[in-house]
């Protein structure tokens, strides 16, 4: 995964007593929420959509032509998406 093993058993370590379900509902910035279109069947495409459902000052965005990887399957509509969403929210 590119990090040591001693690492990764630290980082899931301090994870083990955070509850998401708890915390997400606590957001109040606005967030942007992206997925690969060919994730649409997925875990990940349900929990992005659950998110921006419980995120109040959320926006979900589908990246055509992506899988998981958005940022490699189609780097040029992730940028168009991230840079749009910063314009529109840079003087909230």
């Known amino acids: 995964m ?3 093993k001693k690492d990764m058993i630290s980082l899931l370590d301090s994870m083990k007593n955070l ?3 708890e915390k997400v509902p606590n957001i109040k910035s606005n967030t942007l929420i992206i ?3 060919k994730e649409k069947d997925n ?3 349900k929990s992005a ?3 921006n459902k419980v995120i109040k000052n959320s926006q979900f965005k589908i990246i055509e032509n992506a899988g998981h990887e ?3 399957d189609n780097s040029k509509e992730l940028a ?3 840079c749009n969403f910063w314009k ?3 003087k909230i």
């Open 88 to 90: 529109d929210n840079e």
């Open 35 to 37: 997925c690969g279109e």
């Open 49 to 51: 959509k659950q998110l």
């Open 70 to 72: 958005v940022n490699i």
């Open 19 to 21: 509850s998401i379900p």
């Open 43 to 45: 875990l990940n495409m």
């Open 2 to 4: 590119g990090c040591p």
């Open 80 to 82: 168009n998406v991230v």
